[in-house]
């Protein structure tokens, strides 16, 4: 078929190819952020827990050891935040205040059927800062 004299025949069917690579695309972004946004959600929460759990360390009184508090917070932090039971996390007492540390690495399907695996590392040290720290 001809219209003004242009041939249009290799024109015809575009726009469902082009819908359906549309589709596949979005189907994809999709599971990539189904996946991942808990992952970020969860280091993001643990790293927000951490921050708090050595605060209420330096606010300890009485027979408590600061970093005793601390390690506990932590740990139950890690159970609620998904945190891999073989994540390296570290409390330690400095004399003025009490530090801590964490860091893991959790595999998060990006693709479908493992086709590709984004590596998240969490990596956080946690000290108090500004007007608790001095004297």
Known sequence: MQTNGIDRNSERGGAGVKFLAV?????????????????AY????????MDTAVVKGMATSGRLKPADVVSDYIRRA?????V????????????KF?????????????L?????????????????????TKQ
């Open 42 to 49: 969860n280091g993001a929460s643990f790293r927000q827990e």
């Open 84 to 95: 891999p039971v073989d994540a390296f996390v570290e409390v330690k007492d400095t004399g």
């Open 78 to 82: 890690a159970t609620d935040n998904d």
């Open 98 to 110: 009490v530090q801590a540390s964490a860091s893991y690495t959790v595999d998060v399907n990006v």
């Open 112 to 132: 479908p059927f493992g086709i590709y695996k984004y590596k998240y590392q969490f990596e956080h040290t946690a000290v108090p800062t500004g007007f608790l």
């Open 23 to 39: 589709f596949v695309l979005l189907i994809l972004a999709a599971n990539a952020g189904y996946n991942y946004i808990p992952v």
